[in-house]
């Protein structure tokens, strides 16, 4: 089993910028790929970033840019941080952490899920 704990979401107005942090503990050595998906209301999930356990990283077209994703495995822990600059209202939704066994990081990936932590971006 791997546990998910997510944090730094938060509220913000347009052109400032937000860390997601999202820390694995468990089971560890079975995932490849962290990421992010969000998901904002009335609109299916989509993929913000992802890296894998080599570091290679995939951003979603609209953030491009602007977030960048980041690794830090380290003992028995491994965090993954999403930094948010440039932010906009349409970025506002809920952040959901995800690992998977995968090199990729899909919405039906086999894995785990964290909770999710809301981001509001005000105009």
């Known amino acids: 089993q791997v546990q998910l704990v997510e944090s730094g979401g938060g509220s913000v107005q347009a052109g400032g910028s937000l860390r997601l942090s999202c820390a694995a503990s468990?089971?560890?050595?079975?995932?490849?790929?962290m990421g992010w998906y969000r998901q904002a209301p009335g609109k299916q999930r989509e993929l913000v970033a992802s890296?894998?356990?080599?570091?290679?990283?995939?951003?979603g077209d609209s953030v491009k840019g602007r977030f960048a994703i980041s690794r830090d495995n380290a003992n028995a822990k491994t965090t993954v941080y999403l930094q948010m600059n440039s932010l906009k209202p349409e970025d506002t939704a809920v952040y959901y952490c995800?690992?998977?066994?995968?090199?990729?990081?899909?919405?039906?990936?086999?894995?785990?899920w964290g909770q999710g932590t809301r981001v509001t971006v005000s105009s």
């Open positions: 995800t690992a998977q066994f995968g090199a990729l990081v899909l919405p039906g990936g086999s894995g785990y």
């Open positions: 890296i894998t356990r080599g570091g290679s990283t995939n951003y």
């Open positions: 468990g089971s560890i050595f079975s995932i490849n790929a």
